[in-house]
């Protein structure tokens, strides 16, 4: 079992930046591939963004392509989702993601997942 635990939402305006950090309290954190989704109110969950167990691949969605970049830290449990260029559009809850077998860019690809961390982008 692994539990995620986001940090890192707040207001910030247009064009500004966050950094959303998601920490894990399993020693086999380096074991699963991480995915970053977000929900906006009244949308699905949306995908953003995943990188594989040791850091070496990563995917975006086109939405988040060039502003925002995600990073691991096997050594501190971590995973980041560094946003520059944030935009009203932006605004959701953001969820971060485990999984120890697939990768991939649906919500049923991974088994854990934190609570979520409001981000709102003000004009």
């Known amino acids: 079992q692994v539990q995620l635990v986001e940090s890192g939402g707040g207001l910030v305006q247009v064009g500004g930046s966050l950094r959303l950090s998601c920490a894990a309290s399993?020693?086999?954190?380096?074991?699963?591939?991480l995915a970053w989704f977000r929900q906006a109110p009244g949308n699905e969950l949306e995908f953003l963004s995943c990188?594989?167990?040791?850091?070496?691949?990563?995917y975006y969605t086109d939405s988040v392509k060039g502003r925002f970049t995600i990073s691991r830290d096997n050594a501190k449990n971590t995973v980041y989702l560094q946003m520059n260029g944030l935009k009203p559009a932006d605004t959701a809850v953001y969820y971060c993601?485990?999984?120890?077998?697939?990768?991939?860019?649906?919500?049923?690809?991974?088994?854990?997942w934190g609570q979520g961390t409001q981000v709102t982008v003000s004009s």
């Open positions: 993601a485990a999984s120890p077998s697939g990768i991939g860019v649906t919500r049923r690809e991974y088994s854990y």
């Open positions: 399993e020693h086999t954190f380096s074991t699963n591939n």
């Open positions: 990188i594989d167990r040791d850091g070496t691949y990563t």
